[in-house]
């Protein structure tokens, strides 16, 4: 199994420097080749291959005054840079001949400096490596200082360094790991997840959730750092500077939220050896006047960690259609009692006369819809 581990890098002015003529050199080569394919789809030739590309915009282009500076760089960039082309084709090709899942990917666009986010990757041929002392030596640019938080399981394959909006710098390594030795021992529990704006999960088991609601805590300091840009003239450094700030603010509520996704999903996934949750329809209430607190809520990133988590740990997820009346139905006798007004939180059963909490019995039928699936799937 790959796992890809981030990690903060602290470059100096001069390593900073470095790297930006790195992403410039990378992002030169893919739109050269970019723009020579495209101008082969307007003549109706045959697209250049990724040998031809090479030897033409890399090798060839070396030798020439005006792109003998992409000889600075490590040659590996430039060819990564070419395989990132290759694989949006292949991404784009894929989703026209609808052999590609997932949403369609558009056409390569061209990149631009002014792009969010910066990256280059580094192979095994290009022998980086991380010293004795913990740093990150990377070809033509040196020894990088490096924030670990936690030890690598084994050799990282590749390292990609990344730029964000927010100006900072992270290294972003691929490991290989034995899937048998992260599976963690059975339990017999299992739980069913109601998700949710108010309490951002509610348990079969009755606990809940609160949800943080990052981007409405931080909305204040938003609204005013994004004020102050709107003020600054453009092209500025004063502009650059507060754009810098705005993007900071927006990625402090990004990995707050994302923080929150992994504990809670680690947890869940640690304590029980099965997890039902509802497939909600995220497209379409992000269409609706509660789109900012579905946004906010994030639940499709949340239910992705529980998937990959729960792959990685042995343990199961199961995706209960949302179709599923959870809210209508009875947990303690089955009788289905029809819809609900979203104000009603609190119902009694006609037939049998049980009353529930709105939420609670949705993860009580959750849960038990996810054992029938999971009996039926196995039987």
Known sequence: MQLRYSFRIEPSPGQRKALGQAFGCARVVFNDCLRARKQAHEQSLPYPTSAELSKRYITEAKKTPERSWLGEVSSVVLQQSLRDLDAAYRGFFGSIKGARRGPKAGEPRFKSKRDSRQSVRFTANARWSITADGKLNLPKIGPVRVRWSRTLPSVPSTVTVVKDAADRYWASFVVETDPADEVLPPLDRDQGIDLGLTHFAVMADG???????????????????????????????????????????????????????????????????????????????????????????????????????????????????RAFPSSQICSACGHRDGPKPLHVRVWMCSACGARHDRDHNAGQNIRDEGRRIRAATTG
């Open 207 to 321: 606990s809940r959730v609160r949800s943080p609601r990052f981007l409405r805590r931080a909305e204040k300091k938003l609204k005013r750092e994004q004020r102050s840009l709107s003020r600054k003239k453009k092209g500025s450094k004063n502009r650059n500077k507060q754009r810098v700030k705005v993007a900071r603010a927006h990625a402090k509520v990004v990995d707050a939220r994302r923080d929150f996704h992994h504990k809670l999903s680690t947890k869940l996934i640690r304590e029980n050896q099965a997890v039902s949750v509802e497939s909600l329809g995220v497209k379409g209430l992000a269409r609706t006047r509660l789109s900012k607190s579905v946004h906010d809520a994030g639940w499709s990133a949340f239910v992705t960690m529980l998937e990959y988590k729960a792959s990685r740990y042995g343990r199961t997820l199961t995706k209960v259609d």
